[in-house]
Nanobody, 118 residues
Framework: QVQLAESGGGLVQAGGSLRLSCSAS????????MGWFRQAPGKEREFVAQISGYGGSLEYRDSVKGRFTISRDNAKNSVYLQMDNLKPEDTSVYFCAAGVRWAHFEYWGRGTQVTVSS
């Protein structure tokens, strides 16, 4: 069982930056693929980014490429999402997720709200 807790959300103006953090209570954290997803009101949850166990493989949705950076620190059982040049359309609840297979996530956090004002 893996428990995930996100932090770092908030209100920011367009063009600003936020850094989300996700802390995991998991043994052998490096065995898990870690991902970030988001869900805006009235919309389905969508993939944002994922990172392999030691960070060698990364994947982003097209709309965040060049603006968002996913990273992890296995010594701290944590994964991060650095979000730069934020846009109003990035406004969502952001969720951290973990899984043992690429693009397949079994464990989810409760989410953190990110609001970008224009």
């Amino acid at each position: 069982q893996v428990q995930l807790a996100e932090s770092g959300g908030g209100l920011v103006q367009a063009g600003g930056s936020l850094r989300l953090s996700c802390s995991a209570s998991a043994r052998f954290f490096s065995r898990y693929i870690m991902g970030w997803f988001r869900q805006a009101p009235g919309k389905e949850r969508e993939f944002v980014a994922q990172i392999s166990g030691y960070g060698g493989s990364l994947e982003y949705r097209d709309s965040v490429k060049g603006r968002f950076t996913i990273s992890r620190d296995n010594a701290k059982n944590s994964v991060y999402l650095q979000m730069d040049n934020l846009k109003p359309e990035d406004t969502s609840v952001y969720f951290c997720a973990a899984g043992v297979r690429w693009a397949h996530f079994e464990y989810w956090g409760r989410g953190t709200q990110v609001t970008v004002s224009s």
